[in-house]
């Protein structure tokens, strides 16, 4: 290790460091850690108290050729740092969306506001009302609501719901993405987690593609899909996807963990960690493949009522249903 630090009371230590070195918290309890990354690895900074346990602290990030750098305090302990390099086969958490807070995070976030029907004769008015979208108990809850509203065009609607989406603040290309959720029972219920492009270079919808990494009826407490769209412009476009039907348990009762893995020529589909969808083959009339799933994307977690996919309600229908969801975590692999 090589340390040019200049040791003074109350001073930050700086170590420039080689992956494997150490810091004693307890000896320096405010430092900073600055390396000089390789463009395309992938890097961890771990903690331990006994220095044989380890485990991560913040995320992990990618090398661009620059130095990184930042600054660890914590007081009262012997607390050891250090810096990994991951191997190709290790997942990176490179960002996340806990819902611990008490509000939808901005920062990454922001509402759709519409009742144009997604293209799907859905029913609902997407507002921004923090009765349909909420942060609270550590997690996110999207409620659509039957009730009158009306638009600022005069537009009637008879439910409302809430939809939320990264798009210009965090995309995804390739990677891990995992949501832990719990849908609504009720038909016409119609919840979706799921990736549109955040630049459409080949073409508006669907020969930019779309990535499903879950959709569920609200009228099917025991079966879910994960789906791809892709092909021409509407009305030439296509789609291929499963279905994963729950041998016991259902989506409304219980939270559960969907996935996808996507990397250049393919995309897998998890649930609780069994893969049940595997997708090599698609294409795009604005590129060649592994177009147009190799571009960045956003993701969107939303609840719809009625059109195309589930129907629309009736008189079984609840007057209210919630789509929650506990975390969204993104992972990386090193290129």
Same mark, same amino acid.
Request: charged share 20%; net charge negative; aromatic share 14%.
């Given at each position: ?186 038909? /016409?219920? @119609? %919840? ?5 492009? =955040? +630049?459409? &270079? ?7 593609? $779309? ?20 092909? /021409?412009? @509407? %009305? ?5 996807? =499963? +279905?994963? &039907? ?7 009762? $219980? ?81």
């Amino acid at each position: 290790m090589q340390n040019s630090a200049i040791l003074l009371p109350l001073i930050p230590l700086l170590l420039p460091f080689t992956l494997a070195a150490q810091v004693d918290l307890q000896a320096n309890p405010a430092v900073i850690l600055s390396l000089r990354t390789e463009t395309g690895k992938l890097y961890q900074v771990e903690e331990s108290t006994d220095m044989s346990t380890w485990s991560s602290t913040g995320y992990a990030f990618e090398g661009d050729g620059s130095t990184w750098t930042e600054t660890f305090a914590k007081e009262g302990e012997s607390h050891f740092l250090r810096i990994r390099e991951l191997d190709s086969n290790e997942w990176g958490l490179v960002w996340a969306d806990e819902f611990n807070g008490d509000q939808v995070n901005y920062s990454d976030w922001s509402h759709l506001q519409n009742g144009e029907g997604g293209g799907n004769n859905e029913l609902q008015y997407y507002t921004i009302a923090p009765a349909n979208t909420t942060v609270s108990d550590g997690s996110l809850k999207i409620k659509a609501i039957r009730e009158s509203y009306t638009d600022i065009r005069g537009n009637g609607y008879d439910w409302t719901s809430g939809r939320i989406r990264t798009y210009r603040q965090v995309s995804f290309k390739y990677g891990r993405i995992e949501v832990r959720a719990k849908f609504p029972a009720g038909q /016409g219920f @119609w %919840p979706a987690i799921w990736l549109l492009p =955040r +630049d459409s &270079v080949y073409g508006t919808w669907a020969a930019s593609g $779309e990535i499903d990494i879950v959709e569920n009826r609200g009228q099917e407490p025991n079966q879910i899909s994960g789906t791809i769209h892709y092909g /021409g412009q @509407w %009305p030439n476009n296509t789609f291929s996807g =499963r +279905d994963y &039907v729950f041998s016991s348990g259902n989506v409304n009762d $219980e939270f559960h963990t969907y996935a996808i893995e996507w990397e250049a020529g393919e995309i897998r589909w998890y649930v609780n960690g069994e893969r049940y969808s595997t997708q090599t083959e698609w294409s795009s009339e604005g590129g060649a493949f592994p177009a147009p799933f190799d571009q960045e994307f956003f993701l969107i977690i939303n609840l719809a009522v009625g059109g195309w996919f589930p129907g629309n309600p009736d008189g079984s229908t609840p007057p209210e249903g919630t789509l929650e969801v506990d975390w969204v975590r993104y992972y990386k692999k090193a290129p």
